[in-house]
């Protein structure tokens, strides 16, 4: 029931899609930041009885171990039934060490290839797992760290992350888990297990079969709308500790795991759970929330900040997006309080958006999402405009709200956006009136393609923004030694149709900045221009489905690393999502105009080429060789000499030079001939310039004029040519004069 099958590829003018179907309507859909130990990436998504993990691309299991599994299991039974030479065994001893090896723990040894297999055309699901919860699951949240390897994925001095994956889960029937499963794919001899044969509930969640571990996060009464995980470090703990006991304690304990949820229980219900990583992998534990904050309408989407680990975006749509920091109390602290965080949080600043030109109503909100690094807030509104706000004064022309310590900013709103603007393709969306007239009074619109890619339009007025559906995604790139570590943003509103990549978010700021001050971009001494790319033809992948959401994947190289440079195309992969499909996008390299800074021309070796195209190839032969010269000269040919026509062969290069600097011959006479004979008998335009040719020289010389016809007109060489080869093959005929 997962990824079993090879995707659909399709070919564009932009870019290359992989469609997987599936066979589960989708709820959900993560990409790990962690790279598996054979190189996979890993993708989960929520489905309708639990959760799919896919490891997609890396090293492939050997071949011969899993022919060597199938011969086994072969012996063992054959169409179900026990093979004709088993004996049966009745013993009191046998029955107690068969029931001890029945009860043994499998230890999963997977082996894989030595290197990845870089003639794929692309990268292969190497593995799939289903972890089968009974219900479905909504929403996921993983760890928040910097996509990199496993070797490099150790936070705050843990090793736990190297080997383990981390990530939270929420279900339909409000419970939020807390779970762990090993980044290395269960291998083929693993799945095929004979007590997992026996019962269908054999591999649920939290039976340990696949070495997993679950906790249960209680207190939720309704299913939560969204979750948010951050991992905190220990020092933020020690400031609270009163006792230099309780100090020692803490010093040497793992960083914590905070998870936030949302939910519309009573008018909107945040809350937030707390546990170490030791206790993550500690199946069982129930764990109640440290802090619940009653709002006075329901959130939309929650997210920590990257840097500023105990701050939370709320964006509470459509009124203003807020911070909150559950770190920070918002009444001076009791010391007989316990726990490293304060039982209440404070809320720091609002953010409202501009107002719709038509009414008084403030523009709803599509989403909201920590750029630079949670130095800044991008902000994706339902007309189709985008905005900043800049916290850190990242921008040059910004202000730091936060920037200096205890600066003590407390309920403070602010409303003007650092730079903006409006995403293209969605000019309807701000001026329902124009579109409306445009159209000669009438209410009927045909469904042509280009009304379906503007079907943002059919209901008017400023409560139609609320039907409009967006998103943001925020992919974190890998720094390395020539470029800072930057970030890239997808972001989509309405459907496939619009769907944007900003390659490198503090470029495109800079360039916004540098074109609203007028001061242009230098080609040589300024920054690298960078623009929005719009992705087109992604309802190709679709196949009809309507796009639910969008992801991103690092687009890390086939020998491990940082990820590409901005001269090879996009750096991230998008992931589209459908009701059931899920469609990876690859940037195409070829096309003109959509890498990052412009056009930039590179040279393909020829398996690349033949990677990227679809069509037949065909190559020569072997054995034939790379290039053929044919001589279509059509000037006059020499006289040949007497020992190559008795050879029956033809005249050397070096002879042939040396004839044509001399020129045709008649004795002594040289001849003018034409420049462009006529095709055909050409030797005729020879003969009158033969005829008239001057007679040099004394009186006793004479003129040989049949000697010099032959010679113009070649015969002579044929009958010499014919002579020599007498007597051998086919009987040849002779005329002499």
């Not at 020998?559 to 589209?576: D, Q, R, V």
Request: aromatic share 6%; hydrophobic share 35%; proline share 8%.
């Amino acid at each position: 029931m997962a990824l079993t099958m090879g995707p659909r590829v399709r070919r564009t003018a932009q870019n290359i899609q992989y469609t997987y179907n599936l066979p589960r309507r989708i709820h959900a859909v993560q990409t790990y930041p962690v790279l598996s130990p054979q190189g996979a990436t890993i993708l989960l998504y929520g489905h309708e009885n639990g959760i799919t993990i896919v490891w997609r691309g890396g090293r492939r299991f050997k071949p011969e171990v899993i022919k060597e599994e199938g011969r086994s299991g072969s012996v063992g039974k054959q169409n179900g039934n026990p093979a004709v030479d088993a004996v049966m065994v009745i013993d009191s001893d046998e029955e107690d060490s068969a029931t001890a090896k029945k009860g043994e723990v499998f230890v999963d040894k997977p082996q894989f290839e030595d290197a990845i297999d870089e003639d794929a055309p692309y990268p292969e699901v190497t593995q799939t797992l289903d972890l089968e919860f009974g219900t479905a699951v909504l929403h996921l949240a993983a760890v928040p760290l910097t996509p990199c390897t496993a070797e490099d994925a150790a936070w705050g001095g843990t090793d736990l992350l190297k080997d383990r994956m981390v990530f939270a889960a929420a279900s339909a029937t409000s419970k939020v888990f807390l779970v762990t499963v090993p980044l290395v794919p269960p291998s083929p001899q693993s799945k095929a297990r004979a007590d997992l044969q026996e019962s269908l509930l054999a591999g649920k969640a939290g039976s340990g079969k696949w070495g997993e571990t679950m906790v249960l996060l209680g207190g939720s009464e309704r299913a939560s709308d969204g979750i948010a995980m951050s991992l905190i470090r220990p020092k933020a703990m020690l400031e609270r500790t009163k006792s230099n006991e309780r100090s020692r304690s803490e010093s040497r304990a793992l960083p914590r795991i905070v998870i936030a949820a949302h939910s519309r229980q009573a008018s909107g219900t945040l809350r937030l759970w707390n546990l170490s990583l030791e206790d993550a992998t500690n199946t069982g534990r129930y764990v109640q929330p440290f802090q619940t904050e009653f709002l006075p309408k329901p959130l939309t989407s929650v997210s920590f900040n990257p840097t500023y680990t105990t701050q939370l975006l709320c964006n509470a749509s459509p009124d203003a997006v807020r911070i909150y920091d559950f770190a920070l109390a918002s009444m001076p602290p009791d010391d007989l309080s316990e726990g490293p965080f304060p039982s209440q949080g404070s809320w720091l600043i609002s953010f409202y958006t501009p107002f719709t030109r038509p009414s008084s109503s403030r523009k709803p909100i599509l989403a909201a999402s920590w750029i630079a690094h949670g130095r800044a807030i991008l902000v994706l509104l339902a007309d189709g405009q985008w905005g900043i706000w800049d916290i850190d004064g990242v921008s040059p022309h910004g202000p730091a709200l936060f920037g200096k310590p205890g600066s003590g900013i407390r309920g403070d709103a602010l409303t003007d956006f650092n730079v903006s603007g409006y995403v293209e393709g969605t000019s309807p969306l701000r001026n329902p009136a124009s579109q409306r007239t445009s159209g000669g009074g009438s209410d009927f619109v045909p469904m042509t393609p280009h009304s379906r890619r503007d079907a943002l339009t059919a209901p008017y007025g400023p409560e139609r923004l609320a039907s409009v559906k967006g998103g943001i995604v925020v992919m974190p790139l890998p720094a390395s030694t020539t470029t800072t570590a930057d970030e890239s943003v997808a972001l989509w509103i309405g459907g496939a149709e619009h769907v944007f990549v900003i390659p490198g978010v503090l470029k495109f700021w800079d360039a916004q900045v540098r074109k609203g001050v007028g001061g242009g971009v230098n080609l040589f001494s300024g920054a690298q221009p960078t623009r929005m790319v719009r992705l087109s033809d992604l309802s190709v992948g679709l196949m009809g489905e309507r796009c639910t959401g969008v992801g991103a994947i690092v687009r890390f190289p086939e020998s491990g690393g940082s990820a590409p440079s901005t001269n090879e195309g996009l750096p991230i992969e998008l992931l589209l999502r459908g009701e059931s499909r899920l469609v990876i996008v690859r940037e195409s390299e070829t096309v003109v105009g959509t890498r990052i800074g412009g056009v930039v021309s590179r040279r393909k070796l020829p398996n690349e080429r033949v990677k990227e195209n679809s069509a037949i190839v065909v190559y020569p032969r072997p054995e034939q060789p790379s290039s053929i010269a044919y001589n279509l000269s059509v000037g006059p040919r020499r006289k040949l000499s007497r020992s190559a026509a008795a050879d029956g062969g033809e005249p050397s290069p070096e002879e042939d030079a040396a004839g044509a600097q001399a020129g045709p011959a008649l004795g002594s006479v040289p001849i003018q001939l034409p420049t462009r004979p006529r095709s055909g008998f050409a030797f005729a335009d020879s003969l009158s310039a033969a005829a008239d040719a001057e007679q040099r020289g004394g009186e006793d010389d004479e003129r040989d004029v049949e000697v010099e016809m032959l010679d113009i007109m070649a015969i002579d060489r044929e009958l010499e040519a014919m002579d020599s080869g007498r007597g051998r093959g086919r009987k040849k005929v002779i005329f002499e004069s």
